[in-house]
Structure formats: structure tokens, C-alpha cells
């Protein structure tokens, strides 16, 4: 069977198991010459989520004629993601507040180079059409089962508004699963309650998925691009990752300024349906910048308030782990 033919619960999870390909798959670029200090020995693996940034890459064209080569890591969450950057595999990581400060506790190589600004209405917690679950209140003894894993912002979003209503943790059972295999069990209806992020919350949401509460007023809507200290401390990558991080900054304003152009392209590169696509590129963290002062207080808020409700079992001191500005 094709996948045209295929049954349509099929064909969504072959697309979603598209987004979340093995580590290292992707095209590597061919070098250009190179202007100024010479990078054609160098290669940077780029990591990724559910495609979102070579999406916004490739849409934008940004990295053609690079003079370094370089290849995409797709994963379907930050957790195997920063696995992967622990272990040396990964120059450049893209995540979410939340998940940026979990993998920095168990990495003590992990420096945040850059922010992205996206929307806390790319998550939320959602439950099936016929759910007797009208509003947070009523999760109180269900089930609720959180992607990615322990550590997200999913279950930062979850555990705000458990607290909005006079509700903790311990008031839910709390079930951790990692999305494509989540958005299945939620399409077959095994899964009735699931706090999950973006695509696989915009796609669930355009397939009839009923929306409790989102991620406004609770989500910092800020995302993060991280790198080793190794990759740092290497000149010639350093250099690479900072013409990178430039590319990437043009292509979210390249981005922001075409959003019907850019959600055509990121519906055809992550074989998304084009509505649910459409919501995805909306709200999604296109615009660039380096970390600020205000950003890392952000971040800093987040972690104390991770630290206090347990989601992270210590402090982290954002101040840190941060580098303002990346420069070759």
C-alpha cells in the first residue's frame, strides 16, 4: 500500500513519524569557498524538532553556499535531542525553556547561544471531542499524559494550570510519553487527556482535538538555541555556528515578513496538512536574537519556578550557562 492509498489515521502518523526521523539523517551541504578564515574542514550537525528548523532554513534558502559543511539531526522531542548533544553528537539544538534548563542540570557543557520568540499558544492540554472534561478543574483524579518527558514545557504548562485552579500534581496522575507515539494513542482514542506542544498539538487540534487551556499566561512563548562548550571552544566551528545563527536570525524575518509563503513551504517540507500547518507557522518561534538581559531573567523565573514545584530537582543559575553574544 501507498501512502496516498493508506487509511487517513495511517497517513498521519506516517507524517508525524516523517518529523521525527533517526539522528543524522539529512543532506549535508557542499562547501563554498570560504570568506575570510577557511571552515571547508569544518561540519556542523544541526539538531532539530519535528523538522521545525530546517523547515524554516530551507523555506528561507539561508543556507545555501554555506563555506562549511553541515548536516540536520531530526528528533521528535528535546529530551532524545539533548541526549544526543551530551554525547557530543550535536553543535546546535533548538528547544524550549523548560526542556533548555532540564538538559543543562545533566550537561554541564550546555550554553545557551541565542532566543527565539515564539507563542505560549503553541501548546496546550487537550482532551478527545466527547470529553466530560470541560475546564482544568475537572482533570482533578484523571489521568493526564504529558509529552515529551519529564522536564517539558508541556508539563510546566500543565502544572500552572493545575495551580490556577487550587490543584497540585498530586491531584492528577501524570503520565509521561513521547508525541508521535502519544498523537497515536490520542488518535485511537486510548489517551483522553494530553498536555503536548506544537506540531503535534496544532495537528491534534485540526483533527477535532478540544482545547482546555493553553499555554497564554503561563509559557514564557521564548525558545532557545543551545551549543557545547566543545563546539564552542573550537575556532573554526565557533565561527560556522556564528554565520549559522546569522542565517537563521534572516530566516525568521524572512519568515515573519511571508507567512503565507513560509506555511506553504513548511506544509510541502513536513508533509503537515496545510490548516494545521498554517497554525503551526503562526505561532511558532521564527524571530532571533541574542539572549538579552531580560531573556535570561525570564529564564531565571522559569527555573525557580521549575525548582519550587519539582519539575527540576535543583536551581539552575541561568546567568551561567548563557553567552550573549556568539562571535568567530
Same mark, same amino acid.
Not at 143 to 150: F, G, I, L, N, Q
Not at 220 to 243: H, N, Q, Y
Not at 304 to 310: I, K, S
Given at each position: 500500500?501507498?501512502?496516498?492509498?493508506?487509511?487517513?489515521?495511517?497517513?498521519?502518523?506516517?507524517?508525524?513519524?516523517?518529523?521525527?526521523?533517526?539522528?543524522?539523517?539529512?543532506?549535508?551541504?557542499?562547501?563554498?569557498?570560504?570568506?575570510?578564515?577557511?571552515?571547508?574542514?569544518?561540519?556542523?550537525?544541526?539538531?532539530?524538532?519535528?523538522?521545525?528548523?530546517?523547515?524554516?532554513?530551507?523555506?528561507?534558502?539561508?543556507?545555501?553556499?554555506?563555506? @562549511?559543511?553541515?548536516?540536520?539531526?531530526?528528533?521528535?522531542?528535546?529530551?532524545?535531542?539533548?541526549?544526543?548533544?551530551?554525547?557530543?553528537?550535536?553543535?546546535?539544538?533548538?528547544?524550549?525553556?523548560?526542556?533548555?534548563?532540564?538538559?543543562?542540570?545533566?550537561?554541564?557543557?550546555?550554553?545557551?547561544?541565542?532566543?527565539?520568540?515564539?507563542?505560549?499558544?503553541?501548546?496546550?492540554?487537550?482532551?478527545?471531542?466527547?470529553?466530560?472534561?470541560?475546564?482544568?478543574?475537572?482533570?482533578?483524579?484523571?489521568?493526564?499524559?504529558?509529552?515529551?518527558?519529564?522536564?517539558?514545557?508541556?508539563?510546566?504548562?500543565? @502544572?500552572?494550570?493545575?495551580?490556577?485552579?487550587?490543584?497540585?500534581?498530586?491531584?492528577?496522575?501524570?503520565?509521561?510519553?513521547?508525541?508521535?507515539?502519544?498523537?497515536?494513542?490520542?488518535?485511537?482514542?486510548?489517551?483522553?487527556?494530553?498536555?503536548?506542544?506544537?506540531?503535534? @498539538?496544532?495537528?491534534?487540534?485540526?483533527?477535532?482535538?478540544?482545547?482546555?487551556?493553553?499555554?497564554?499566561?503561563?509559557?514564557?512563548?521564548?525558545?532557545?538555541?543551545?551549543?557545547?562548550?566543545?563546539?564552542?571552544?573550537?575556532?573554526?566551528?565557533?565561527?560556522?555556528?556564528?554565520?549559522?545563527?546569522?542565517?537563521?536570525?534572516?530566516?525568521?524575518?524572512?519568515?515573519?515578513?511571508?507567512?503565507?509563503? @513560509?506555511?506553504?513551504?513548511?506544509?510541502?517540507?513536513?508533509?503537515?496538512?496545510?490548516?494545521?500547518?498554517?497554525?503551526?507557522?503562526?505561532?511558532?518561534?521564527?524571530?532571533?536574537?541574542?539572549?538579552?538581559?531580560?531573556?535570561?531573567?525570564?529564564?531565571?523565573?522559569?527555573?525557580?519556578?521549575?525548582?519550587?514545584?519539582?519539575?527540576?530537582?535543583?536551581?539552575?543559575?541561568?546567568?551561567?550557562?548563557?553567552?550573549?553574544?556568539?562571535?568567530?
Amino acid at each position: 500500500m501507498n501512502p496516498a492509498s493508506a487509511p487517513p489515521r495511517r497517513r498521519v502518523l506516517q507524517r508525524l513519524a516523517a518529523l521525527a526521523a533517526a539522528p543524522l539523517a539529512g543532506a549535508i551541504a557542499r562547501p563554498a569557498q570560504a570568506a575570510g578564515a577557511d571552515l571547508s574542514g569544518v561540519t556542523l550537525v544541526l539538531g532539530d524538532q519535528a523538522g521545525g528548523l530546517r523547515a524554516l532554513a530551507e523555506a528561507a534558502h539561508v543556507l545555501d553556499g554555506t563555506p @562549511y559543511r553541515f548536516r540536520w539531526a531530526n528528533f521528535q522531542g528535546a529530551a532524545p535531542l539533548f541526549e544526543a548533544q551530551r554525547a557530543g553528537a550535536i553543535d546546535l539544538a533548538p528547544a524550549g525553556d523548560l526542556p533548555v534548563l532540564t538538559a543543562a542540570l545533566g550537561d554541564p557543557s550546555l550554553r545557551i547561544v541565542a532566543t527565539r520568540v515564539g507563542s505560549p499558544t503553541s501548546l496546550g492540554i487537550v482532551v478527545q471531542p466527547d470529553s466530560p472534561v470541560r475546564t482544568v478543574a475537572d482533570l482533578k483524579g484523571q489521568t493526564v499524559v504529558v509529552s515529551s518527558a519529564r522536564g517539558s514545557i508541556s508539563q510546566y504548562q500543565l @502544572y500552572g494550570a493545575l495551580r490556577e485552579h487550587g490543584l497540585a500534581p498530586r491531584d492528577v496522575d501524570v503520565r509521561f510519553v513521547l508525541p508521535v507515539d502519544a498523537f497515536a494513542a490520542f488518535e485511537a482514542k486510548r489517551i483522553g487527556i494530553w498536555a503536548t506542544f506544537d506540531p503535534y @498539538y496544532g495537528h491534534a487540534v485540526r483533527r477535532g482535538a478540544r482545547i482546555v487551556r493553553d499555554g497564554s499566561g503561563i509559557n514564557s512563548g521564548l525558545a532557545f538555541l543551545t551549543s557545547p562548550v566543545e563546539t564552542l571552544d573550537d575556532r573554526a566551528k565557533r565561527a560556522a555556528l556564528a554565520d549559522v545563527l546569522a542565517r537563521l536570525a534572516r530566516a525568521g524575518q524572512w519568515a515573519l515578513a511571508h507567512p503565507a509563503h @513560509y506555511a506553504s513551504v513548511y506544509a510541502s517540507l513536513t508533509r503537515l496538512p496545510p490548516d494545521a500547518a498554517t497554525d503551526i507557522a503562526r505561532r511558532a518561534a521564527l524571530a532571533q536574537r541574542s539572549l538579552s538581559g531580560a531573556d535570561i531573567d525570564v529564564l531565571q523565573r522559569v527555573a525557580d519556578r521549575a525548582a519550587a514545584d519539582a519539575i527540576l530537582p535543583r536551581r539552575v543559575d541561568v546567568a551561567s550557562i548563557a553567552i550573549r553574544s556568539v562571535s568567530a
